[in-house]
Structures are given as C-alpha cells and as structure tokens.
C-alpha cells in the first residue's frame, strides 16, 4: 500500500476543502497500514512459534519457518498513535494560521477525536467534530476574534523641526476593507525616545490621514533631558462600517523621567465618543506624530518601531 501525495495549489479555490480531505486520507492510510502490519506480526508470531512434538519422543522437535528469521524486521506491533501525531504536525503546517493547538494532553492523538483544535484556512475558521470525525466550518461572524494579519515598519524616523507643529514619525498602511468589521480589533505598538530642551509640552497623535483620533499629552520631566524612551499603545474597535466606518479609539503613551529610580509619565486618553467617519472600503493611512509646545532643534522625537495586529 502506498500513499501519494495529492497537494492542491493554495490558489485553488477549494483549497480549503481538499487540504481537509488529504489530511483524511493520510489518517485512513496510517490506519490501513496499522491493521496490515498487526495482521502481519500476528502470523510472524505463529510461524516461529516453536511446535512440540508428544513427551513419548526423546527430544522435542520444533518445525521452523520457511523463510529465515533473519529477514523478520521489527517484529513489535505498529504504532499508529505516533504516526498520527507527526501527520497532526504535519496538518498543523499544512493548514496556516492554528489559532488554537491541541491540549498537551491530546499531542499525539489521531486530530480528528481532538474537539479544541480550531483552525484557520483563509477566512474560513474550523473546529474538529468528535462525533462525525469531519473538520466543521464555523461561521467567521461567530468566531471569537483571532489575529488575522500584522504589519510591522521598523524603519527609523526622527524630527526635529524648530516648530511647534505636529511632526510625521511612523505610518501604517491598511488595505481597503482591512478593518470593515463590526467589532474588529486593531492593536496599535510603538516605541522610540525624545529629547526636550527646557521642558516642552510634548504631544503624540494617532491620525487616521490628517485626522487625530487620539490625542496624549504626558506630563514630562519639565527640564532639558536626552533619550527618554516611550512606548505607545492603542486599540482601535470598529463600531460601524462601511463608507461611514468609525471606532472607538483607546490608547495611552508612557516616557520615562530621565531619572534612575523615578517614574516615568503615563496618560490615558479621555475619548467619550467614536471618531469621526472614514471610508473603511477603501484604504486607510494611520500614523504617529509628536509635537512640542516650544520650537527648537534640540527638541527631537525618535520612533523605533510601528506594529499593528488585527
């Protein structure tokens, strides 16, 4: 009995049911091979089973086999149960985006008696069925919320404009329909340092386009300091979509005092409303700016890193 692959291109459109089912035949062909192999060891164990001839006879005369032991491989019975956890590794790989991996308890046991493996094949979420034994699909509307995507821009910015303008640091990109649904999450990260010169007030915004949508002034040392590092976070929840989407907008930015031993400054946004409208079908620009209170040159405001999961 031999297995042969049957891989369907991830462009395929039944991509989803047809990884399913090949990861069906590869449990049925390890359980084909197990009751073979146990067949086999059963007539193994037989045939060298010595035979005895009656006590009346001087010496016992044993009738071996045909074929030489010396060609008996592994006579031990199959173990179908690890088998089955390298191809639940295998689906793992071959199925992007786990969401939930199998207790610890259940490594090694054939996925399709495992009811808390959820999975993810494009947008369609799964659950295994104990009772059919078949991967059922769940609608994604009723689907807790699992990370579908993330961007990361690690390129390094940093302002110092002599102005008290709002300056550009990092920029996000969504494409369009990204975050057009009711309830989706975005977690916004980042972090970078600053420099003050006599203590500005200093101002981070979060815009989508040239729209602030969230607004944090954090109290800061008040005297001339160098690299202070901050750390930005924000959680964006659609609360209506469409041409007319918004969100309710949350987050707070922390910067350290410059001070071994002191605290830093936090402040928490104050938003009682969702912003305002933006077009979520289309693409949305999302960006971090700062600003100080007092131009100088010696005020500069540095970002590391920009993430966004959602």
Same mark, same amino acid.
């Given at each position: 009995m031999?297995?042969?692959?049957?891989?369907?291109?991830q462009?395929?459109p039944?991509?989803?049911?047809?990884?399913?089912?090949?990861?069906?035949?590869?449990?049925?062909?390890?359980?084909?091979?197990?009751n073979?192999?146990?067949?086999?060891?059963? #007539? +193994?164990?037989? @045939?060298? =089973?010595?035979? *005895?001839?009656p006590? &009346?006879?001087a010496?016992?005369?044993?009738?071996?086999?045909?074929?030489?032991?010396?060609?008996?491989?592994?006579?031990q019975?199959?173990?179908?149960?690890?088998?089955?956890?390298?191809?639940?590794?295998?689906?793992i790989?071959?199925?992007?985006?786990?969401?939930?991996?199998?207790?610890?308890?259940?490594?090694?046991?054939?996925?399709?008696?495992?009811?808390?493996?959820?999975?993810?094949?494009?947008?369609?979420?799964?659950?295994?069925?104990?009772?059919?034994?078949?991967?059922?699909?769940?609608?994604?509307?009723?689907?807790? #919320? +699992?990370?579908r @995507?993330r =961007?990361?821009n *690690?390129?390094?910015? &940093?302002?110092?404009?002599?102005?008290?303008?709002?300056?550009?640091l990092?920029?996000?990109?969504?494409?369009?329909?990204?975050?057009?649904?009711?309830?989706?999450?975005?977690?916004?990260?980042?972090?970078?340092?600053l420099?003050?010169?006599?203590?500005?007030?200093?101002?981070?915004?979060?815009?989508?386009?040239?729209?602030?949508i969230?607004?944090?002034?954090p109290?800061?040392?008040?005297?001339?300091?160098?690299?202070?590092?901050?750390?930005?976070?924000?959680?964006?929840?659609?609360?209506?979509?469409?041409a007319?989407?918004?969100?309710?907008?949350?987050?707070?930015?922390?910067?350290?005092?410059?001070?071994?031993?002191?605290?830093?400054?936090?402040?928490?946004?104050?938003?009682?409303a969702?912003?305002?409208n933006?077009?979520?079908?289309?693409?949305?620009?999302?960006?971090?700016?700062?600003?100080?209170?007092?131009?100088?040159?010696?005020?500069?405001?540095?970002?590391?890193v920009?993430v966004?999961?959602?």
């Amino acid at each position: 009995m031999t297995y042969i692959p049957q891989i369907p291109s991830q462009n395929d459109p039944q991509f989803s049911r047809k990884i399913g089912d090949e990861f069906r035949r590869i449990f049925q062909y390890f359980y084909e091979l197990n009751n073979q192999v146990k067949n086999h060891d059963e #007539q +193994i164990q037989q @045939a060298i =089973q010595p035979v *005895i001839q009656p006590q &009346s006879q001087a010496l016992p005369i044993s009738i071996q086999p045909s074929y030489s032991p010396s060609s008996i491989i592994d006579p031990q019975p199959f173990n179908v149960q690890s088998k089955l956890g390298i191809a639940a590794q295998a689906q793992i790989a071959g199925i992007p985006s786990y969401s939930a991996l199998p207790a610890t308890s259940q490594i090694g046991v054939d996925p399709l008696l495992q009811d808390t493996a959820m999975f993810r094949v494009g947008d369609q979420l799964y659950v295994v069925d104990q009772t059919t034994r078949t991967f059922v699909v769940i609608a994604v509307s009723a689907s807790p #919320q +699992i990370i579908r @995507a993330r =961007q990361t821009n *690690i390129t390094a910015v &940093s302002v110092n404009a002599n102005s008290t303008a709002d300056q550009d640091l990092m920029s996000l990109t969504f494409a369009a329909g990204d975050l057009n649904t009711l309830t989706k999450l975005c977690h916004l990260y980042a972090f970078g340092t600053l420099d003050e010169d006599s203590g500005p007030t200093i101002v981070f915004k979060l815009k989508i386009g040239s729209t602030a949508i969230i607004t944090l002034t954090p109290n800061t040392p008040g005297t001339t300091k160098t690299g202070l590092g901050w750390g930005f976070q924000a959680l964006l929840t659609t609360s209506a979509i469409g041409a007319s989407g918004n969100f309710e907008a949350h987050g707070w930015v922390g910067v350290n005092s410059g001070t071994a031993g002191s605290i830093g400054a936090n402040q928490f946004d104050a938003n009682t409303a969702v912003t305002g409208n933006f077009d979520l079908t289309g693409s949305l620009a999302v960006k971090l700016t700062i600003g100080f209170s007092s131009g100088s040159v010696a005020n500069v405001g540095r970002q590391r890193v920009f993430v966004a999961e959602y």
